[in-house]
């Protein structure tokens, strides 16, 4: 694995556990990085998604709900909103659709995984973190596939080993770091030439 790979754009996913991961992980990141970083964490669909606002308060950065046709720009968070998957289209814009659950979630990982591996081949980075479901297993292996660099969060440390489990599984990522590890790498993605 090349970890000096130009990276032109992180996706993570998450269930539960998440909030608390991403907590410990986004607040390293530059105030100032050259890519955008998009998130999916499952939510109960009924219930609005405050995660952009929640994370706002953390970190240096725009933070941002993800809108439908939105152009995706550098520096900023964006989550995505719940009852709805969400995409990034070959343009690098996003999509939004109310298409079935996949793993039961809407917003899927997988979805967005897999349409960010279409849109940025290698230079994505996919990161999995916690969670109870296999949502984003089959996603990340799309990253890999395409060339992307992928990483879990490290099963032994997550909140529910589950997600990050069927991950490593499905196919083996470049990367399984803990917490600690994973912030410091997602630190250093902007320094790659």
Known sequence: MNAARKIDA???????GAIDALLTV????????????VVVVHLPHERESRLAEVFQQHL????????DKAVLETG????????????????????????EPVHYSRPAIDIL???AADAYGERLCGVLLTGASHDGAAGLAAIGAAGGLTVVQDPQEAAIP????????????????PLSGLRAMLAGLEAAP
């Not at 992180?10 to 539960?16: E, R, T, W």
């Not at 986004?26 to 970083?37: E, I, K, Q, T």
Request: no cysteine; charged share 15%.
């Open 76 to 99: 900023t968070v964006y989550f995505a909103p719940s009852g709805y998957h969400l995409s990034i289209e070959a343009d690098r814009s996003f999509s939004l659709s109310q298409e």
């Open 10 to 16: 992180l996706v993570i996913g998450g269930s539960a």
């Open 162 to 177: 589950t997600m990050p489990a069927a991950a490593i599984r499905l196919r083996a990522p470049d990367l399984i770091l």
């Open 26 to 37: 986004l607040p390293g990141l530059p105030p100032r990085f050259a890519f955008p970083v």
């Open 60 to 67: 240096p950065m725009p933070v941002r709900q993800a809108d």
């Open 113 to 115: 995984m897999a349409s």
